[in-house]
């Protein structure tokens, strides 16, 4: 994704560990990342910001979330399938620089092994700003 281009739009499904989006983003270029709709963790549905009040069950559970300091079920994206590059995209991420060139990849913040539960998709859409 080149120079000031055409948003990119994109669903974001749930029950995916990794959605690869198709999108390359550069290092260096900024980018805006707008997401909307609502997506399901077992019975509880949340939007990209995820869940702020998480069921007993999910607090039990909170300390193996893939991101730990996120909600559950926040917006995630990350270059490349790489965890040390995951960033907070929620239902906004304005103004986000890459650190490297890479594919974005998004996720729905989850505890691994519990993506068989999850449900929906959130639709996200992409566009180089600089």
Same mark, same amino acid.
């Given at each position: 994704?080149?120079?000031?281009?055409?948003?990119?739009?994109?669903?974001?499904? !749930? @029950?995916?560990? &990794?959605? *690869?989006?198709?999108?390359?983003?550069?290092?260096? $270029?900024?980018? +805006?990342?707008? !997401? @909307?709709?609502? &997506?399901? *963790?077992?019975?509880?549905?949340?939007?990209?910001? $995820?869940?702020? +009040?998480?069921?007993?069950?999910?607090?039990?559970?909170?300390?193996?979330?893939?991101?730990?300091?996120?909600?559950?079920?926040?917006?995630?994206?990350?270059?490349?399938?790489?965890?040390?590059?995951?960033?907070?995209?929620?239902?906004?991420?304005?103004?986000?620089?890459?650190?490297?060139?890479?594919?974005?990849?998004?996720?729905?913040?989850?505890?691994?092994?519990?993506?068989?539960?999850?449900?929906?998709?959130?639709?996200?859409?992409?566009?180089?700003?600089?």
């Amino acid at each position: 994704m080149s120079g000031n281009a055409a948003p990119i739009v994109v669903a974001i499904r !749930a @029950e995916l560990r &990794w959605n *690869d989006t198709g999108i390359r983003l550069e290092a260096g $270029g900024t980018y +805006d990342l707008l !997401a @909307e709709g609502t &997506w399901t *963790d077992l019975f509880v549905p949340s939007g990209p910001d $995820g869940n702020p +009040d998480p069921s007993w069950m999910q607090r039990r559970a909170a300390r193996w979330l893939r991101v730990k300091e996120e909600n559950y079920f926040a917006l995630i994206g990350a270059l490349d399938r790489d965890l040390s590059t995951a960033f907070r995209i929620g239902h906004a991420a304005r103004g986000f620089r890459a650190t490297r060139s890479g594919q974005l990849t998004c996720f729905a913040n989850d505890v691994p092994g519990f993506y068989w539960n999850n449900r929906g998709a959130v639709r996200l859409t992409v566009t180089r700003t600089g």
